[in-house]
């Protein structure tokens, strides 16, 4: 059986849009937005069409059931990852000899090597 790895959806959107926004003759269309996957409908006489019309856009595409990276970082979810990692950090920290995990400096990293790695100092400028 073959399977794929769908990409992780940074953005999703969904609205109505103005034909204009400096006449008082306008249309609307709605827009739905995905990740990369831009979606119009048709352009309504009311808002309240296109609002209507931007509803059936998300239920067809099932917009309210489709999570971005965003979202998963929030909530419960969000917080249980960012306690793994403070977790993973911390053990990092401490391999690499710095006991003072609540030292100031330390804030500065996102993450550490098992090992320090020399600089070279051979630049020729």
């Given at each position: 059986m073959i399977s794929t790895k769908r990409k992780k959806i940074s953005l999703k959107k969904s609205q109505v849009v103005p034909s204009n926004y400096h006449l008082e003759e306008k249309q609307y269309a709605p827009l739905v937005i995905i990740g990369d996957n831009i979606t119009w409908g048709a352009w309504c006489d009311t808002k309240e069409e296109a609002e209507l019309r931007l509803s059936?856009?998300?239920?067809?595409?099932?917009?309210?059931?489709i999570s971005t990276v965003e979202e998963e970082n929030t909530g419960k979810e969000g917080a249980r990852r960012q306690s793994e990692r403070v977790r993973i950090m911390n053990e990092l920290y401490i391999k690499d000899g710095r006991d003072d995990i609540n030292h100031p400096m330390h804030a500065l990293f996102t993450g550490l090597v098992s090992k320090n790695e020399p600089i070279s100092n051979n630049n020729s400028e």
């Open positions: 059936c856009l998300e239920i067809g595409f099932d917009y309210h059931n």
